[in-house]
């Protein structure tokens, strides 16, 4: 479960961010999350709903944006969206190692809304 | 009124920040620093206690030891000489870089050739979190099945070596070496793959060989 100590990084950041917004409210935040990253949505959905109330961003949204796998092939440098994570074919060549991830690895915050409503 | 801001910041960031500055310290310091991660029972902490023991001579080594609860694992890898350093996590299911920054204030660093992080046992959350190490190595047992590689891809997909431990189980288990080798080497082709017995000694010489070249590679 290390959704928990990720949500606390997200929480870190936001902190930083928000020092921009002084006084306002943090509303939502959106977050992109890979298929390859390793962290699955609904336990960093439940880490969020867990850590949030009684806290300074107490009521935020988080949304997260699920990002397919994109991949360059090792042999003929095609570039595809696999249906598995687990084993790619090039749709083109057949091969089946040594490609390159071009997105679908990646845990970012987009974006924040913020209000001004207190 | 609201409004949206784009703003764009990996995740794991302070992570990553702090494993740089541990990477850093490491190379002007020439330190082999060594991720060890397995499941439970695989065998990290007797591969450690012979490692530590039949190097002694030839390196010095120190390991931090990251654990949910208790010291014995550091206690045995005190026993053979080595500096051993405790982390518990109290429940957290994986090391990270400010737990071994600050585990590190305990060690005397200087003239030190190899430290070994081992990691929580768990084959999934210690994959995410880079904790200033030159590589990640990754233990196998063969009681443990040898579809693990398929199972849990992240972590062999990022290790350098996977060690295959307590080889000499083999003849009381179903365990097809060629078959998690050939799993492992489907998710990342670079990786070096070495039937081990921490527990015997068998095949040792390899491991040691790769240490010494990669501890030889940092100065």
């Known amino acids: ?118 | 009124m609201s409004k949206e801001v784009t703003i764009v910041r990996n995740v794991l960031e302070a992570n990553d920040r702090l494993a740089d500055e541990l990477q850093k310290n490491f190379r002007v310091k020439k330190i082999l620093c060594l991720n060890l991660m397995s499941s439970p029972g695989a065998g990290k902490t007797t591969l450690l206690e012979r490692t530590l023991s039949d190097l002694r001579d030839e390196f010095k080594m120190a390991v931090i030891e990251g654990d949910l609860q208790t010291d014995n694992d550091a206690q045995r890898v005190a026993a053979t000489g080595a500096q051993a350093v405790q982390i518990n996590t109290e429940g957290g299911c994986h090391l990270d870089s400010g737990m071994v920054m600050d585990a590190l204030k305990a060690i005397d660093t200087e003239g030190l050739d190899i430290l070994f992080v081992e990691n929580v046992g768990n084959l999934v959350c210690p994959a995410e979190f880079n904790v200033g190490e030159d590589y990640k190595v990754t233990l196998l047992s063969v009681a443990e099945g040898d579809d693990k590689p398929e199972k849990y891809p992240f972590m062999f997909h990022i290790s350098a070596v996977m060690l295959l431990n307590k080889v000499d189980l083999l003849p009381y288990v179903d365990f097809d070496l060629k078959k998690a080798e050939n799993h492992a080497k489907k998710l990342n082709k670079d990786i070096e793959v070495m039937p081990i017995s921490a527990r015997t000694g068998e095949n040792l010489e390899q491991w040691y060989d790769w240490l010494r070249k990669k501890r030889a590679e940092k100065l």
Request: charge should be negative; proline fraction near 4%; aromatic fraction near 4%.
């Open chain 1, 1 to 118: 479960m290390h959704e928990m100590s990720i949500v606390e990084s997200i929480l870190g950041i936001l902190r930083e961010e928000m020092v921009k917004y002084d006084g306002q409210k943090l509303k939502k935040v959106t977050l992109k999350n890979g298929r390859l990253a390793g962290v699955v949505t609904e336990s960093l959905q439940f880490a969020w709903e867990a850590l949030i109330p009684g806290g300074e961003f107490d009521g935020a949204e988080l949304e997260i944006i699920e990002v397919p796998v994109k991949v360059a092939c090792g042999e003929c440098g095609e570039v595809f969206s696999p249906e598995h994570t687990r084993c790619m074919p090039c749709p083109k060549c057949e091969a089946l190692l040594g490609h390159k991830v071009l997105e679908g690895k990646e845990l970012l915050i987009d974006s924040i809304e913020v209000d001004d409503q207190q």
